[in-house]
């Protein structure tokens, strides 16, 4: 219950003529401001902090040195890739510390249009963690996508005004931007002097000047401290990522110093569940942060008061008077173990220890747990003629989001592809889910390593096809099938049986489930990946569904087919 | 002449596929992003930076090496302390590098209302120097003042959304807010989440505390480090100030660290036009901070990115892609030698190389030049009746805007104060120039030295009374009758006779002539004052303007009398 305190009333809880309502007595407050570590209470009213110093309050919390940070708030962030409700992920992320996430909704986009951006709004409002939005920029992520939904400058235009809404999402038609096709001037016009995001892989030199100065103010996909340091000169924020399997912060944070950590800030973009249970949110960005030698208080500064600038949330990202009453108490500054979180005033207490509300089935209208139509699907659709005997393979980076094409022989056997050595790759299939067309386009992946088996996935970046891939045809087969009748989700099969499937009905994308179930099905499934021969250093479903992805070189796959980033083009999967 | 390059135009300059207008090459370019000075060419097309590396325009110049820094903004002054039309103050500062100010119009609004404000927003439109407004919000300063105009939050309301308004300005009324005053409140609650500048010299603790959450979050009045560093920690940006009378760069430089450095902004706040002439405006700032220690790219994003962040001006503050072409050039990071300086792209090149153009005097409406109203006066009226053998003085601090409340004995003839020893004070007085009223407040002045005449101005902050100090009556009534005739301004009486006069016919704060007039009559006026007496570090007209300002401890003269500011009320001159 928000007690609503009028200023009046907070400026005399400030100015000690009155008791504060909560104080939280002899805190190691971190000054991001001053990059200090002070000691002092924190008296708070409402939703607000109303002062720091020695107050009273008609409830008090020793928090008996123990320090206390500013709320953390992740920069970028896909809420679909914990694949649970907004609703039920706000118990995770502010049991983490997360108390503001800035959410680009891009993957319901693709698959339900404006409804989707409407049912996150919708879910936003019934959660405890703020979450604002950035419009999807790209929806289809590129012309050569084929997402269920499109989102145009038109569609923006209806909730450019929203209160949540603080810009425009990663534009990761960075090709466009360069260009300056007429499509993509619309969109930029429409936030022109506001607030843009970047995505622009290994952009460059002159490209990324005209990148720039089309307004685009941040970037997630720096890959090095090279690229980094050439994009935080031209005037980027560098979101320092660490998702599940695009982890770029050991890399970046070499090139944080004093002179440009203002402009560095976290973000997680697409991170598991499962991950974020296990090893944190925003906070193992600071953890591993300071692992890595950032002063403490300057990693809780990029995760806290940079982002806040980043993006003009005025009212947060610091522990000082008229702030939101966003506070995360930490055992210490180095495990960053956390005790205590504060979310506008509001008490959460530890990991796990809190959970979303009931009704969470009545939420979610009929419309969006039904957007799986694949048509009819037929072995036969999976086989691939080889004109020549080496295939442009799809060849996977571990700990990146990377693609390399590689060239070389592989097994055949009456003119079809076989995997049978070991050192073949193994098929990668994505089958339009939208329309029900049985489009499907056929490639080769190595490095997934997965054998006797097959996993299937209605996340797909960016358009959301089913992207399934395997050994054999019979597991791959099965693995689709099973996704098209449950509505979407993921699924591994093997042998001619479904071992295990996590439904995530809501747009394919998301479970209609609390997050400790879901966490127990990634689990069981992680596991289940690994004995089907995935090596540790892949995480197979995220992994999976960015292998549809053409923004992020070298090489990917649509229903399409075989698509090659830096030629711009589609290519044979075989080479004569 | 804005040759309006659209966005399609700019991002084909940066991507190299058309020259650009113009290419400032082999610049050495302060980086204020990353603290680095880097070697490039700066390419412009219209207003903006298009690209910074290697690039061809249709023309170019040549920098040789020459630094490159971003313009510099002043982020809180008074146009008014300057004595000059703002259209003419434009071609001063540009000159000076500063090619935006954040003008708080608070000494034209005390005398005119809301046309002031007016006035000033049609001079800036003629202005090549950005001129932005933070609406004034102590007119009156405080309850015990008498302008000629009040400003409430209704008038506020009727401009609030326009273009060059930023927020509120510089809330002086500091125990207004603290008290949580409702008519405080209003103005408070119209810029809530917005941008409100403060103004609280010496506030502290809970009470400071108070004032931060009514959501202040600027602070220019900080006189020590401590001062400072309490501010700071408590979310107020520190705007450091050199103005003509208020000093406080030296000091409070000692306690900018690279922790803080971002939350440090420049400013001028009060600063006559001949020292802007001879020692400069922001660029002296940071001349001044370098000299002290701050490393030159720290400096310049004092003076740059972090003025624009403060006041959320996205679109300048670096040389960067898509940002304002407003550049400075500079021979070295030592001297701060400017060489050129571009405002939105547009040349104007060196110290008072460029002068305003003609039609002054045709733009500025009647009722703006016929403001001094001051009824009849006699010299009876400037008689001091001693109730006791002691007087409660007003005591100058050199190079600071502080009084001292001095207590000592003074000589008397007939019961009447008379200046007759070394040791005595002289006379010091403030009589309503607005509503001729008559109205009139005596006060003793310790340290201005004045001997054989009396110095006059209409410039009195804030309520612009006409304020008058002299060591015989004769000369301070004569002085009082000439800015009476005059319209008002500044005035010299020596003896019987006037000795010069610079007359200030806008609202009585400001000339209609050019700059290079108003500065060589300021500098004969201040001779003419050293020839009096008054010692040298003391700057008599601005240390003369702010002796009637209720809101500086701690002892000020109004036109209803002596004001002790520590205690909050009227006290009498003479001690019984």
């Known amino acids: 219950v928000d007690l609503g305190y009028n200023l009046k009333e907070k400026i005399d809880m400030a100015a000690g003529r009155r008791k504060s309502e909560l104080v939280l ?192 103010r941040t970037e997630h996909e720096a890959g090095s401290v090279e690229e980094m340091l050439e994009k935080l000169r031209l005037g980027f924020y560098i979101l320092i990522r660490e ?46 942060a300071v ?55 509001k008490i959460t207490v530890g990991n796990k220890g809190w959970t979303a509300g009931s009704g969470r089935d009545a939420d979610v209208p009929e419309w ?39 060239v070389r022989k592989v097994s055949t056997e009456n003119g079809l592809f076989i995997c049978k050595e070991k050192s073949d790759p193994v098929k990668l299939a994505v089958m339009d889910r939208h329309r029900a067309s049985g489009n499907i386009g056929l490639g080769l992946l190595d490095g997934f390593g997965i054998r006797c088996g097959a996993i299937a996935s209605t996340i797909s970046h960016d358009s959301h096809n089913l992207i399934v891939t395997g050994d054999n045809d019979t597991d791959m087969l099965l693995a689709a099938e099973e996704l098209g009748s449950c509505g979407g989700g993921i699924t591994i099969c093997s042998s001619g049986k479904v071992l295990k499937t996590l439904p995530l ?4 994308l998301m479970s209609l489930k609390p997050f400790m179930e879901v966490e127990q099905d990634l689990i069981q499934m992680l596991a289940i990946a690994r004995s089907l021969g995935i090596p540790y250093n892949i995480e197979p479903f995220m992994t999976l569904s960015f292998l549809a992805l053409t923004v992020i070189p070298e090489i990917r796959l649509t229903e399409k087919g075989l698509f090659d980033v830096i030629q711009d083009n589609y290519i044979n999967y075989c080479r004569t």
């Open 25 to 216: 007595k002899n805190a190691s407050i971190v000054n991001v401001f001053t990059q200090e570590i002070l000691k002092g209470d924190i008296a708070l009213a409402g939703d607000i902090i109303v002062g720091i110093g020695n107050y009273e309050g008609e409830k008090e919390i020793d928090l008996k040195g123990g320090f206390a940070a500013p709320g953390f708030i992740d920069g970028h962030m896909h809420l679909e890739s914990t694949m649970v409700l907004p609703s039920e992920l706000s118990a995770v992320l502010l049991a983490r510390g997360t108390t503001t996430v800035v959410a680009d909704p891009h993957e319901i986009v693709n698959v339900c249009g404006i409804d989707g951006i409407r049912f996150i709004m919708d879910q936003a409002k019934k959660s405890l963690l703020d979450i604002f939005i950035m419009l999807p920029s790209c929806v289809p992520a590129t012309p050569h996508d084929s997402p269920g939904a499109r989102f145009d400058e038109t569609d923006m235009e209806k909730l450019v005004c929203e209160d949540r809404v603080l810009g425009l999402g990663e534009f990761m038609d960075f090709k466009g931007v360069v260009e300056g096709r007429s499509d993509v001037l619309k969109k930029l016009k429409l936030f022109r002097g506001g607030k843009i995001d970047g995505h622009a892989p290994g952009l460059s030199g002159k490209a990324l000047n005209a990148y720039a100065v089309a307004g685009i």
């Open 243 to 288: 998702g599940s399997a695009a982890k770029d912060l050991k890399t970046l944070v070499n090139g944080v110093n004093s002179g440009n950590m203002r402009r560095c800030v976290f973000c997680t973009d697409d991170r598991h569940l499962d991950d974020i249970l296990a090893e944190g949110h925003i906070d193992n960005n600071i953890r591993m």
């Open 291 to 345: 692992e890595a030698g950032i002063d403490p208080a300057a990693a809780i500064a990029m995760a806290t008061l940079n982002t806040a600038e980043c993006y003009g949330l005025n009212d947060r990202g610091a522990i000082a008077p008229g702030y939101l009453a966003d506070i995360v108490v930490l055992e210490d500054l180095k495990n960053f173990k956390i005790n205590m979180v504060f979310k506008s005033g």
């Open 368 to 406: 969006l747990r039904n957007t799986v139509r694949l048509g009819s699907i037929s072995k036969d659709m999976l086989d691939m003629e080889m004109c020549g005997p080496e295939a442009n393979i799809i060849t996977l980076v571990p700990g990146s989001l990377a693609t390399v094409k590689a």
């Open 505 to 508: 009905p809501v747009a394919g």
